[in-house]
């Protein structure tokens, strides 16, 4: 069974450039989450969506940031414009729904902004 | 205080020695327990659960303590490919079940 993907896995971009992420979840899964990481921390949630509405996206930095997950499947995250401390690894996990004892994680986005 | 608290280490341990991690959460309502598993430059990836009765899988035990507010991990004969970050994670009570995650604990295990 194929785990969650994400694409790029790397993306160096400048400053005040825009940028998006995509991800496919584990098939069947209904529950969807964004998160950030940076070096030595730990992973920080952005958004949480339940099929396609977003049910927690408390800590989304909605100026710069935003999400969407059209017909409940993949999920597309973008930043516009990107901020020198955007760099940092963009995470992607689905579980089965909101009770889902497991979050299954993709390999992640390292996004470098110069 | 944050939520979800954890020494970040680093332990440095030799192979074949016991290691155990604390991780105190402050939200006294919180429902469920994790620990996590995170490699270096890879995904997290899920350890085990930590039960009310503690629950053990070979060489790594987990225990929480409802009382006193903390969940530990035990690790015993410490093996080179334990060396990983292990993240402590809470999910809140309520309809939120929101997952809270720690720092990460660093372990080295050296030959």
């Known amino acids: 069974e194929a785990g969650v993907v994400q694409s790029p896995r790397y993306k160096i971009i400048e400053k005040k450039q825009p940028v998006a992420f995509w991800c496919n979840p584990i098939s069947g899964h209904n529950t969807l989450y964004w998160y950030l990481q940076n070096l030595g921390q730990g992973p920080e949630l952005l958004i949480r969506y339940e099929n396609e509405e977003a049910v927690d996206d408390s800590q989304l930095p909605k100026d710069r940031f935003s999400a969407e997950r059209l017909k409940g499947v993949d999920s597309t995250l973008k930043i516009q414009p990107a901020e020198l401390g955007d760099s940092a690894v963009y995470l992607c996990a689905s579980s089965l729904d909101l009770n889902g004892v497991e979050q299954f994680f993709g390999p992640g986005t390292r996004l470098t902004v110069l | 205080r944050k939520e979800v608290e954890q020494d970040p280490g680093p332990f440095n341990v030799p192979e074949g020695a016991t290691v155990a991690f604390n991780c105190t959460y402050s939200?006294?309502?919180?429902?469920?327990f994790f620990w996590y598993r995170q490699d270096c430059r890879k995904e997290p990836k899920l350890l085990m659960s930590?039960?009310?009765?503690?629950n053990e899988d070979g060489r790594f035990t987990a225990q929480l303590n409802r009382a006193s507010q903390y969940i530990s991990l035990l690790i015993r004969d410490s093996k080179l490919s334990d060396s990983a970050t292990y993240l402590c994670?809470?999910?809140?009570?309520?309809?939120?079940?929101?997952?809270?995650w720690g720092l990460g604990t660093s372990l080295a295990v050296n030959p």
């Open positions: 994670v809470v999910k809140s009570a309520g309809n939120n079940r929101k997952l809270i």
């Open positions: 930590v039960y009310s009765s503690g």
């Open positions: 939200n006294s309502a919180s429902q469920s």
